[in-house]
Nanobody
Framework: QVQLVESGGGLVQPGGSLKLSCTAS??????????MGWYRQSSFGAGRERLA????????NYADSITGRFTISRDNAKKAIYLQMEDVKPEDSGIYYC?????????WGQGTQVTVSS
């Protein structure tokens, strides 16, 4: 079992910045071997959207919607991943989840709310 806890969400003005964190616990001795990702459940009715993934070795992959504005990173020693959000837009509002695959299933955190509004 793996537990994921996201943090760092909140209210931010358009054009501002925010950094999200996701910390893993439980059966995570092999944390560095697994990829992880950030998804978003939009506040505007769209489904859960993949934003960025990062391999165990740190290779990132981004959705077109956030390329150039968001940066995913990881700290294997801290068993954590991060999402640095820059130049945020109102359409970035939503619940942000981190996820990782283990033993044939995907684990998800409870999410952290991001609201972009002036």
């Amino acid at each position: 079992q793996v537990q994921l806890v996201e943090s760092g969400g909140g209210l931010v003005q358009p054009g501002g910045s925010l950094k999200l964190s996701c910390t893993a616990s439980g059966s995570t001795d092999d944390f560095a071997q697994y990829g992880m990702g950030w998804y978003r459940q939009s506040s505007f009715g769209a489904g859960r959207e993949r934003l960025a993934t990062i391999s165990g070795r740190g290779a990132p992959n981004y959705a077109d919607s956030i390329t150039g504005r968001f940066t995913i990173s990881r700290d294997n020693a801290k068993k954590a991943i991060y999402l640095q959000m820059e130049d945020v837009k109102p359409e970035d509002s939503g619940i942000y989840y981190c996820t990782t695959p283990r033993n044939g299933r995907d684990y998800w955190g409870q999410g952290t709310q991001v609201t972009v509004s002036s």
